[in-house]
């Protein structure tokens, strides 16, 4: 079973809920300059108006870096564009390794203020070597330094995609707005058209989006706890996390301001990993996706991981028999670093001692490959 459930209960009941926006409706920024199209384009220096950590958050006009060193991440303005471009403009900012992020100045909020943040991403371009272009990166939406979001898988190869989040009501005075990326290892991720407002109408309010296998079937639900002018929805899968096919469309429920519960059932999901994304379209034609989920079809066992991501300290919860079982942890470059036996029940894992990242959680029975997943780490 996914544990993206949990992460996404977890955001809605401390940060309000996270929220599908209908096409570009708030494509306008509060801050200048949120396509980054402005910037000393000299030693890969930041967009102007924001900070950049770590040296790798850099910027230059319309191409950027590869990272050196003591060379302020550039070597002549070249390699790791996107291949298919910025997503408007000639800029989008370059995520290489470690705990890059990139930050807005402060804006004043009165009490009880939202923001509605929103960032378009793009994903690494392949595996290379000591992790370089890790196959499956991830980032986080902050705020004030501390993110709020989950980790936001994004798979080789992704296009350009929008995801957006609700903040919790902001206290009065100023605070600012990071993109996060997700940790050691996690390379090559771009973002581009950075923009958050003070929200007023909230299209879709998505409580939660989880698949979960049975019987050699997946179960699709997701939650709604409000929905305005909304047409319908299309679930989608993919094999590799960037070309999609449409599964089923299901009738929205207009406009409506009470929980809704929706389901349907892939009856032949893809052998191994299937990605799953939620596509929402509403009465005037605008749509736009959630974030991915993923189910291993190679896995029978009803197994949770949670809470995820994790301060180190997580939960395996396994709802079956099991016999001579472990998991087992790899870093992103594929090397193990954490074994454990567990059985039925309730497992309390404790990894405080990991480098924070993604890791690859993988529970062996009898030596055979039985479930696997991602866990974070922050």
């Excluded at 997701?222 to 089923?248: C, Q």
């Excluded at 472990?326 to 193990?336: A, H, M, Q, T």
């Excluded at 990894?351 to 997943?373: V, W």
Aim: hydrophobic share 35%; glycine share 10%.
């Amino acid at each position: 079973m996914s544990s993206r459930k949990y992460i996404q209960q977890f955001i809605c009941f401390v940060f309000a809920c996270s929220v599908l926006y209908s096409g570009d409706a708030f494509s306008q920024s509060m801050f200048a300059n949120s396509s980054y199209e402005t910037g000393t384009t000299a030693n890969c220096n930041c967009p102007t108006g924001y900070i950049c950590a770590n040296d790798a958050g850099r910027v230059i006009q319309g191409f950027h870096p590869n990272f050196v060193v003591g060379n302020q991440g550039c070597i002549g303005g070249q390699n790791y564009f996107p291949p298919f471009g910025a997503r408007t403009g000639s800029c989008c900012v370059y995520f290489y390794a470690g705990l890059d992020r990139i930050t807005t100045a402060n804006a004043a909020f009165t009490a009880g203020q939202r923001a509605c943040i929103c960032v378009w991403y793009a994903g690494p371009q392949g595996s290379g070597a000591s992790g370089q272009n890790t196959a499956n990166s991830y980032f986080q939406i902050g705020v004030d330094g501390v993110a709020i979001s989950p980790a936001i898988l994004v798979p080789v190869n992704t296009g350009w995609t929008q995801y957006c989040i609700l903040s919790a009501a902001l206290t009065a005075g100023n605070h600012n707005f990071s993109v996060m990326s997700g940790g050691a290892a996690q390379y090559s991720i771009w973002n581009d058209d950075f923009t958050i407002n003070v929200c007023t109408t909230l299209p879709i309010e998505l409580i939660d989006f989880d698949v979960h296998q049975k019987n050699g079937v997946a179960g699709i639900k997701w939650t709604t706890a409000s929905e305005t002018n909304n047409a319908y929805f299309t679930v989608e899968r993919s094999a590799n996390g960037y070309e999609f096919t449409e599964l089923k469309t299901i009738p929205g429920a207009g406009t409506s301001h009470s929980e809704l519960h929706y389901s349907m059932i892939d009856h032949e999901p893809l052998e191994g990993i299937s990605y799953y994304r939620l596509k929402q379209t509403d009465k005037g034609g605008s749509f736009t996706y959630s974030q991915l989920v993923y189910l291993n079809s190679a896995s029978e066992i009803n197994l949770n991981v949670y809470p995820n991501p994790s301060d180190g300290s997580f939960k395996v919860d396994i709802a079956d028999e099991v016999e001579h079982a472990e998991i087992i942890l790899f870093d992103p470059v594929g090397r193990e670093v954490f074994k454990q036996p567990v059985q039925k029940g309730i497992n309390e894992i404790n990894t405080i001692d990991l480098k924070k990242g993604l890791y690859q959680l993988i529970l062996f029975r009898d030596k055979e490959k039985a479930y696997m997943t991602k866990i974070a780490i922050h």
